[in-house]
């Protein structure tokens, strides 16, 4: 097999056939000719499917050595597909750190079509065990969580999921597959926001979905072309523009935000750093095992309230005020009013989305300029 780098370039991207154009073209058409009814090159609708998509979901599956890709106009889209592979009455466990939009789909959407939802906190995979129930179906893991950046053990999620027969299902938005593989630890299907890493430019809302299992996939590209959630050709040219650097700006985060949060451990306004690079992480082995780095996210708590936290985002010039991640300008973002303020406060207390935390996208601008923006910002906190 070709190595990531070559693949994020290569795969589903061949020459165009008609004119040996390099990039696979934007095929901007809803419709495709038919010889005669019925006979027709593949394609029929670009609902059901369409070539610059067809490019693109080769590619996802690909990268994370899937047999299968589906690619949808938002993660929700992609999120929401997966739990098409339900039914009234069954019951999901989900991780208890999930992110805003997810949380609000379980409870607000798929509560009134009769799905159940417990959610435990999976850095103990044994409290599966606990909420386990005759109609689990599916386990929902996010790792790294957001915006607490906890790391699950995939591999014993997957045991337990495979010896009740479950569903595993990753939201692998945050580690990408180049630095993550959830199915090869285990997982049936994995999910992404393609708006994050994998656009990488902040200039798309795009979703994935991809996996090996052939009766999961078949069940999605049905509900992908029944419900609709498809993202137009020219978004899925950007994901795969965005693609072919992946693997370089995922480095790149990976190598500044490690900077950052070393230096933001040692800051003394600051009460808590938490990035799974660092060795103090509570799951930093776990982190080390399952992934080949740590991502480009960091959160922290600030050791002033409120007030201190809004002054200093507030005094940021770098990185911007602004909710979304992964993309190559630096983001910050204050969970607990912005992403996640959709999760009720008894809940966000107890998971620790306290009102001084501060999550950060390190982009890839130049390690010193980022360093220099967060000191200065710390001296009027
Ligand atoms: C952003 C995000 C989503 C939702 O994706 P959209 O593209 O905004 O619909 C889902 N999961 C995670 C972890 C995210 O960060």
């Known amino acids: 097999m070709m190595k990531f780098e070559t693949r994020a370039i290569h795969i589903g991207q061949e020459p165009d056939k008609a004119t040996g154009a390099i990039i696979v073209p934007i095929y901007q058409t809803s419709t495709y000719v038919q010889k005669a009814p019925g006979k027709h090159k593949g394609y029929e609708y670009s609902r059901t499917s369409n ?39 069954d019951h999901v466990i989900a991780c208890d750190d999930l992110y805003g939009g997810t949380y609000r789909l379980f409870e607000k959407v798929y509560k009134d079509y009769g799905l159940e939802f417990s959610y435990v906190d999976l850095t103990f995979p044994e409290n599966i065990l606990k909420v386990l ?3 689990t179906r599916m386990i929902w893991v996010e790792t790294p969580t957001n915006p607490l ?6 591999k014993r999620v997957a045991e337990i999921s495979k010896r009740f027969k479950l569903i595993l299902a990753v939201d ?9 593989k959830p199915l090869l630890l285990g997982a049936d ?16 809302v795009g979703g994935a979905i991809v996996s090996s299992n052939p009766n999961y996939y078949e069940r999605m590209k049905f509900c992908q072309n029944a419900v609709g959630g498809i993202p137009g050709p020219f978004d899925c040219f950007l994901v795969l523009r965005g693609l072919k650097t992946l693997s370089l700006r995922m480095r790149e985060h990976e190598a500044n935000a490690m900077e950052v949060a070393n230096f933001l451990s040692t800051h003394k306004k600051v009460k808590k750093v938490l990035y799974p690079g660092l060795r103090s992480f509570p799951q930093y082995k776990i982190a080390r095992k399952q992934m080949s780095g740590f991502g480009g996210t960091i959160s922290f708590e600030l050791k002033s309230n409120l007030a201190g936290a809004r002054r200093f985002l507030k005094n940021l010039r770098l990185f911007s005020l602004a909710e979304s991640l992964g993309g190559v300008e630096s983001l910050a973002d204050h969970p ?28 890839i601008e130049n390690i010193e300029d980022l360093i220099e923006d967060l000191r200065r910002a710390f001296t009027l906190v």
């Open 336 to 363: 607990a009013r912005m992403t996640h303020s959709s999760i009720p406060l008894n809940l966000r207390k107890r998971l620790g989305i306290s009102d001084n935390l501060v999550r950060l996208s390190v982009g």
């Open 149 to 154: 950046l906890k790391i699950i053990d995939l």
């Open 189 to 204: 299907v994995v999910v992404h926001s393609s708006t994050k890493y994998l656009g990488g430019h902040s200039d798309l």
């Open 51 to 89: 070539p610059t998509r067809t490019a693109l979901e080769k590619c996802l599956a690909s990268l994370e050595e899937a047999r299968f890709g589906l690619a949808f106009s938002s993660g929700m889209a992609a999120i929401s597909t997966v739990m098409n592979l339900l039914k009234a009455k």
């Open 133 to 135: 129930k005759k109609n």
């Open 172 to 180: 692998n938005t945050f580690a990408t597959p180049y630095f993550q």
